[in-house]
């Protein structure tokens, strides 16, 4: 799922510390969101991929990070938007 990949990185470039803090401080949810996304399967709400895309392709363009991981933080922002517009799509008439 996208958004564990999301976690993975943030966890390895420092930016959280817990399931709890991801799905607060970067998802906008409750401290449990992240847990309950993990243990039930559900898809994620589409605003909390928006903003975590938002904020994977900000820190792309940020020059604290290595090389390695500006490229990371661009593909996986890349891939959340995506996932965005997959779920947004119209619907046929």
């Given at each position: 799922?996208?958004?564990?990949?999301?976690?993975?990185?943030?966890?390895s470039v420092?930016?959280?510390?817990?399931?709890?803090?991801?799905?607060?401080?970067?998802?906008?949810?409750?401290?449990?969101?992240?847990?309950?996304?993990?243990?039930?399967?559900?898809?994620?709400?589409?605003?909390?991929?928006?903003?975590?895309?938002?904020?994977?392709?900000?820190?792309?363009?940020?020059?604290?990070l290595s090389?390695?991981?500006?490229?990371?933080?661009?593909?996986?922002?890349?891939?959340?938007?995506?996932?965005?517009v997959r779920?947004?799509?119209?619907?046929?008439?």
């Amino acid at each position: 799922m996208i958004v564990d990949d999301i976690y993975a990185f943030f966890r390895s470039v420092g930016i959280t510390r817990s399931h709890a803090h991801f799905s607060v401080e970067h998802m906008g949810y409750s401290r449990r969101y992240y847990d309950y996304l993990r243990c039930s399967r559900a898809q994620p709400n589409v605003r909390a991929i928006f903003r975590l895309a938002l904020m994977l392709l900000e820190m792309a363009m940020d020059s604290n990070l290595s090389a390695e991981q500006n490229r990371r933080a661009s593909g996986l922002g890349k891939r959340a938007f995506a996932y965005v517009v997959r779920r947004c799509r119209p619907i046929d008439c």
